[in-house]
């Protein structure tokens, strides 16, 4: 089992930036895939992007592509979502996952068996 606990979230104004960082407890940090969720008022949780235990995959909803990284750092157990030239519609309290059980990245909530409990970021217009 793995415990996950998010940072970093905050408000921002649109065009700034923000890190949001996911600390792992628990078992071997680097045999899981890790996720990045966001959920808004009233909608459902959303993808936003997915690394390989190793760090070297990586994928992205296109909504964020070319404007958020995701990487990880196994030796700190961390796994970390930098967000750069933030939108209004980024507002969200935004969410890590980790799941063992599977080779490929994954982009549904329900693969994922281990959540944190949300971080929310405000971008303002």
């Known amino acids: 089992q793995v415990q996950l606990v998010e940072s970093g979230g905050g408000l921002v104004q649109a065009g700034g930036s923000l890190r949001l960082s996911c600390v792992a407890s628990?078992?071997?940090?680097?045999?899981?895939?890790m996720g990045w969720f966001r959920q808004a008022p009233g909608k459902g949780r959303e993808f936003v992007a997915a690394?390989?235990?190793?760090?070297?995959?990586?994928y992205y909803t296109d909504s964020v592509k070319g404007r958020f990284t995701i990487s990880r750092v196994n030796a700190k157990n961390t796994v970390y979502l930098q967000m750069n030239s933030l939108k209004p519609d980024d507002t969200a309290v935004y969410y890590c996952a980790a799941e063992e059980k599977s080779q490929s990245l994954l982009i549904r909530p329900t693969q994922y068996t281990y959540w944190g409990q949300g971080t929310q970021v405000t971008v303002s217009s």
């Open positions: 690394i390989s235990r190793n760090g070297a995959n990586t």
């Open positions: 628990g078992r071997t940090f680097n045999s899981y895939i």
